[in-house]
């Protein structure tokens, strides 16, 4: 039992680590997941209290995941259009790999802004630039509680 709880765990880490990059992937919870498993184990050091802790760290993050993308696009002029242009931008940009992960919603929002006809492309262009920047800012913190977390569920099996 001890064996499939780490292996269960182990494998919950890299694809929480996967899915802090793949906008479709939940990777923080996934990581997250493994963490609570591995402390499912025998000989676990990891307590209620770092559970807890890590347990509010990601649900923080998977907010700000939501909230970062509207309030960057906010912040840089973006519409609902872009808003919208951006998502889309990031489902199709999987297509393409890495690249099209990172460019996809910059080219999103910068389409769905001049679809939208209100604003110049020299604006566009600069709420495409705070949708990728929101990307980046949040896939950053959910690479960081990913690694961390990982590193909990390696050193408590070690």
């Known amino acids: 039992m001890n064996t499939a709880l780490?292996?269960?765990?182990?494998?919950?880490?890299i694809v929480g680590l996967i899915g802090a990059v793949v906008p479709i992937i939940p990777g923080t919870l996934i990581?997250?997941?493994?963490?609570l498993v591995v402390s499912f184990t025998e000989g676990s050091d990891i307590g209620v209290a770092k559970l807890v802790v890590w347990g509010v760290i990601s649900v923080v993050v998977i907010v700000?995941?939501?909230i970062l993308p509207a309030f960057l696009s906010k912040r840089f002029g973006g519409t609902k259009w872009g808003s919208w242009g951006a998502?889309?931008?990031t489902l199709l940009g999987l297509l393409f790999g890495p690249?099209?992960?990172i460019l996809g919603p910059f080219v999103g929002a910068v389409v769905g802004e001049m679809l939208h006809e209100q604003l110049e492309?020299?604006?566009?262009l600069k709420v495409g630039f705070g949708s990728m920047l929101s990307f980046l800012v949040g896939t950053l913190f959910k690479?960081?509680?990913?690694?961390v977390l990982i590193?909990?569920?390696i050193s408590d099996i070690l």
Do not use: K, W
């Open 121 to 124: 492309f020299r604006e566009a």
């Open 99 to 101: 690249v099209g992960i």
């Open 31 to 35: 990581s997250y997941a493994g963490l």
């Open 87 to 89: 998502t889309i931008g």
């Open 6 to 13: 780490i292996i269960i765990a182990i494998a919950s880490g």
């Open 143 to 147: 690479l960081i509680v990913g690694f």
């Open 64 to 66: 700000l995941d939501y």
């Open 151 to 153: 590193y909990y569920i």
